[in-house]
């Protein structure tokens, strides 16, 4: 019995670690804007691509997604 014991808390603690490991990602990260001059992906575009290929039932895999240049 005092193995079975030590085995179940074992499982425990080590399921109690693994749940607080996880749970650090769910912190906000600082949104970082584009500089002026940069290449960005072109959202709206894509959206739009995407929106019209989803009521034809088609998919679209970008190979090179169109970029626009921030200002």
Same mark, same amino acid.
């Given at each position: ?10 499982? #425990? ?7 607080? +490991? ?8 600082? /949104?970082?804007? !584009? %500089? ?7 959202? #709206? ?7 019209? +290929? ?8 970008? /190979?090179?997604? !169109? %970029?626009?240049?921030?200002?």
């Amino acid at each position: 019995m005092n193995a079975a014991l030590r085995v179940v808390t074992a499982t #425990v603690l080590l399921a109690g670690l693994a749940a607080c +490991a996880s749970s650090s990602g769910i912190a906000r990260r600082p /949104v970082v804007q !584009p %500089q002026p001059g940069t290449l960005v992906a072109d959202a #709206v575009y894509v959206s739009r691509v995407e929106r019209l +290929a989803g009521r034809r039932y088609m998919q679209v895999h970008w /190979v090179n997604p !169109p %970029q626009r240049r921030v200002d």
